[in-house]
């Protein structure tokens, strides 16, 4: 893909999930999620987002194998257009939160989107590292269930059967591609060091180092919030 077909593939992006926004508000929603109407669409829409690149990213490396024997130079037209498609979510995602969030309240997601959108950009205009890219996009399968988390939770369903199930998936998966997956790339990116540039080489490292930490302190929010406190509350049941 050329510069011009990444542009309007990212822009095509943007103007699909602004439209799956805008259709989101015209469907029924669960009466406690009417509280804030604005975060139940954005989380759907995410939940859709990640649905479609979670899937796409794992048939990019089913339909061209070789693509994962090399990450700097080997991609296909499906892996770099679905890189484009993630930057046009990500850039749509960046403004309906500066509109509708305050920034003290999503500053971390903004800077993410911010990180996110620069090294993936650099992978499409170049046409290097799509591969790596497609790599990291595969979180998304575990995105799937932090967003059906949040769904839940916002339907008012957060102590039923269905979002303990789905709380046991979300952490399970968030091990193997969310934080499995960041520390291959971390490692990969080391290994590598003498086939990239400085350039890359340091915009990859402060991303991953960045995303990392973010997950980090995620994940322990996760097991803080559905695993400890429900079990501390449990004990001080019994206790009672």
């Not at 015209?26 to 954005?42: D, G, M, T």
């Not at 479609?52 to 490396?61: E, K, N, Q, S, Y």
Request: aromatic share 12%.
């Amino acid at each position: 893909m050329d510069l011009n077909s990444v542009i309007l593939t990212a822009s095509g992006s943007v103007g699909f999930f602004k439209l799956l926004n805008c259709g989101l508000s015209r469907l029924p929603a669960p009466e406690s999620a009417h509280r804030n109407p604005w975060k139940w669409r954005n989380i759907s829409t995410s939940l859709v987002h990640s649905l479609i690149t979670g899937v796409w990213a794992v048939l990019c490396f089913y339909l061209h194998p070789q693509m994962a024997e090399d990450l700097i130079a080997t991609h296909s037209l499906f892996s770099h257009a679905l890189v484009s498609v993630s930057i046009g979510y990500f850039i749509y995602d960046f403004l309906d939160m500066i509109h509708n969030q305050k920034l003290s309240q999503s500053w971390e997601l903004l800077f993410h989107h911010v990180v996110v959108i620069t090294c993936f950009g650099m992978s499409v205009v170049t046409c290097q590292y799509v591969g790596f890219a497609v790599v990291a996009l595969l979180v998304e399968i575990n995105s799937i269930f932090l967003h059906l988390r949040q769904v839940l939770r916002m339907a008012g369903l957060g102590k039923t059967t269905p979002y303990r199930l789905n709380s046991i998936v979300n952490l399970g998966t968030y091990v193997v591609f969310r934080i499995s997956t960041l520390a291959w790339m971390t490692r990969w990116l080391v290994l590598n060091r003498e086939h990239v540039p400085l350039l890359s080489y340091t915009i990859g490292s402060m991303g991953l180092a960045i995303v990392t930490a973010m997950n980090i302190v995620l994940f322990y929010r996760l097991l803080r919030s559905d695993f400890l406190l429900p079990a501390r509350e449990a004990r001080k049941e019994k206790e009672a």
